[in-house]
């Protein structure tokens, strides 16, 4: 497959000179407003463009000495700007920078996700088509069930895919807000048109009504979205780690022919990638629990949120893309042992077949629990005792009075579970939420 761009630029959009570069984003356009509407002096305006510069540690020199890092930026500048530097930072608090310059990063994020779930989405598609006739045992409690389809598993992590994209889609617009409203929030020093126009300009919306910062429910309900993608692609990983385990051996990672698996036992195939899933899940839901206790702050605002946003806003949206591209690389390269799964399939003697044995004689009269009694007694046999279920029914008097040896073909073929499997993929694959 070919990325639609590298893990790289994720990377990147989080590094310090970004940062500081969105932040100078936000105050040109600030500035660029104010000089289409005469605050400030045109002239000083093709200055303050001409000559803005980041120096990234220039800004981290002086912010050991003023210990404020917006401070240190609007300084740098102004000594690469000169006297026009006076209309930098024109109106605006801190936080009308740092917000608004956190939208364009988590916005960027966002895009940059829907596109790694895009790819994901069109991995399992092929292989759950693929794969749809591939009949296997479900297992419910870790035990033999009824019979599926592996295609069906592919197709139930589309539609959790689907529902992720949704989800991200929603949150990526709702961290799309930039504010340039003041201290608390009440305009104080700035027109709400100029906000509007700086947003407009940005490809955001401006916030409806702020404090000093964008309310954090928005940051929350992004990081969230994230942490439940994260859940669903360790969903994922866990089922093919028990997959993969020796005694079922049914799917299982990619193994070149150069990987080892253990530095003490050669024959070992270890399924690391779904293991560093499974792990690496787990970080970012902790980072969920962050932004949801971000969500309340002292009256206007303080910035007990701030420090810790610096560590859970890129590390959230880095190790999301992470995992995503990981997903999608072990989906496409996974390794299905249909004859395994024929097998495993028929290890249980038949007992699989319980259920539709108990409907059965239900419908031709005998009554539900005595059927039920009848049928879990010669289950509970060939539990213990090993043997053919089949066998022992059609051997049964009181079964066999009631559906005769000849009909049993019917109860005893993994087919009639899959009947609709056409009908369930219809209903995944043109759904669109």
């Keep these: 497959m070919i990325p639609r761009y590298t893990r790289a630029e994720m990377g990147a959009l989080w590094t310090e000179a970004n940062k500081f570069q969105s932040w100078l984003r936000v105050e040109i356009a600030a500035c660029e407003v104010h000089a289409e509407r005469g605050t400030i002096p045109a002239g000083a305006m ?18 050991k000495n003023v210990g404020h890092d917006i401070i240190a930026f609007t300084t740098a500048l102004a000594e690469t700007i000169g006297p026009e530097s006076r209309f930098v930072h024109y109106g605006l608090t801190s936080s009308d920078v740092v917000d608004t310059a956190n939208a364009l990063r988590l916005k960027r994020a966002g895009e940059l996700l829907l596109g790694d779930l895009e790819m994901l989405l069109e991995v399992l598609r092929r292989r759950a088509f693929e794969l749809k006739d591939v009949a296997m045992i479900g297992r419910t409690h870790g035990m033999h069930a009824e ?18 994209r949704s989800r991200l889609r929603t949150a ?6 930039g504010k340039l409203s003041g201290a608390v929030g009440t305009f104080a020093h700035m ?43 360790e969903k994922i990983a866990l089922e093919i780690r028990h997959l993969q385990r020796s005694e079922v051996r049914e799917a299982a990672e990619h193994f070149s022919e150069t990987q080892k698996g253990s530095s003490a036992m050669p024959h070992k195939r270890n399924p690391i990638t779904c293991e560093q899933i499974c792990g690496l899940a787990r970080v970012v839901r902790s980072h969920a629990q962050v932004a949801l206790e971000n969500i309340a702050l002292w009256h206007e605002r303080d910035i007990s949120h701030s420090s810790a946003e610096r560590v859970i806003l890129p590390d959230a949206c880095i190790l999301t893309d992470y995992l995503l591209n990981k997903t999608t690389n072990l989906i496409d390269r996974l390794v299905v042992y249909p004859d395994q799964m024929r097998a495993n399939l028929n290890a249980s003697g038949g007992l699989i077949f319980s259920g539709p044995l108990l409907l059965e004689l239900t419908r031709r009269g005998m009554a539900r629990e005595d059927a039920y009694s009848l049928v879990q007694r010669h289950a509970n046999t060939i539990w213990e005792q090993g043997g053919d279920f089949r066998k022992a029914i059609e051997n049964d008097p009181a079964i066999v009075d009631h559906l005769p040896a000849g009909e049993l073909d019917l109860i005893f073929d993994a087919g009639r579970y899959l009947t609709n499997v056409d009908h369930i993929f219809a209903r995944v694959f043109t759904y669109v939420p």
Excluded: H, M
Excluded at 172 to 177: G, N, Q
Excluded at 197 to 225: H, M, N, W
């Design 172 to 177: 990526t617009e709702s961290v799309s807000y």
């Design 46 to 63: 093709k200055v303050i463009r001409e000559r803005a510069r980041i120096d990234v540690s220039r800004i981290e020199e002086i912010e």
């Design 191 to 233: 027109d709400p048109e100029v906000e509007a126009a700086v947003c407009q300009r940005l490809g955001l919306k401006p916030a409806p009504i702020s404090t000093q910062i964008i309310q954090r429910d928005r940051y929350a309900e992004f990081v969230c979205a994230l942490a439940v993608i994260a859940g669903s692609l």
């Design 147 to 164: 019979p599926t389809t592996f295609g069906l598993k592919c197709a139930l992590w589309y539609a959790d895919a689907i529902r992720n």
